[in-house]
């Protein structure tokens, strides 16, 4: 089951089956409970995640103290902050678990040794990131031109478990509306 889970979070066409055996070993099992942080700010990071369970809630707090949604987690995503994790910066975020949650954890070391030592890792991480970079330009964008229902149509599409995981003030945050105005639209559903 795991080395599905790897092979999946990990597709690329120059890694082999060897090379996804060898990725498996440099993950290990972690649990957390409900509540429980993963990163907490000022904290620098030393590994990332793959969710395979659960829910994470990812924010910063804003000039008044206020938490902000940037990012909710569920399974099967990498849960990281390239930031913290690659230049050694002391991050903004706090990861807090919206639920229990088991994940599979790599430390950077390992990472590091991974990537200079197989091709089809270093393709899938340049890959990766690309992608993050193409995600976080389209989240940008979304967040200034489309409306309010579109994006939370777009969120009920892609990630409809949220809506039993998450509670709905961090999905209102992450939609960059109040809570008033999330339920406005969740009742425009429910006629």
């Not at 409970?33 to 659960?54: D, M, P």
């Not at 992608?131 to 389209?138: D, Q, S, T, Y």
């Not at 940008?140 to 409809?160: C, H, I």
């Not at 639209?185 to 006629?191: A, L, V």
Request: proline fraction near 2%; include cysteine; glycine fraction near 4%.
């Amino acid at each position: 089951m795991l080395l599905h889970v790897i092979q999946k979070c990990y597709h690329n066409e120059h890694l082999t089956a060897a090379d996804y055996e060898t990725i498996l070993k440099k993950h290990h099992l972690v649990d957390f409970e409900k509540g429980s942080f993963l990163l907490e700010q000022a904290q620098t990071l030393n590994c990332y995640y793959i969710l395979l369970e659960g829910a994470v809630h990812s924010f910063v707090h804003d000039s008044n103290g206020n938490p902000i949604t940037i990012n909710l987690y569920t399974e099967g995503e990498v849960v990281i902050d390239v930031n913290a994790l690659f230049q050694k910066k002391k991050t903004l975020e706090n990861w807090q678990c919206a639920t229990n949650c088991t994940m599979l954890c790599i430390m950077f070391d390992d990472f590091q040794e991974l990537f200079h030592a197989i091709y089809g890792f270093r393709e899938w991480g340049r890959a990766w990131m690309a992608n993050a970079l193409f995600e976080l330009k389209e989240r940008s964008m979304e967040m200034l031109t489309l409306s309010a229902k579109q994006r939370y149509d777009k969120l009920l599409q892609q990630k409809p478990q949220l809506f039993q995981l998450i509670p709905l003030k961090h999905i209102a945050s992450y939609l960059g509306v109040t809570d008033t105005s999330l339920s406005r639209i969740r009742k425009e559903y429910k006629t």
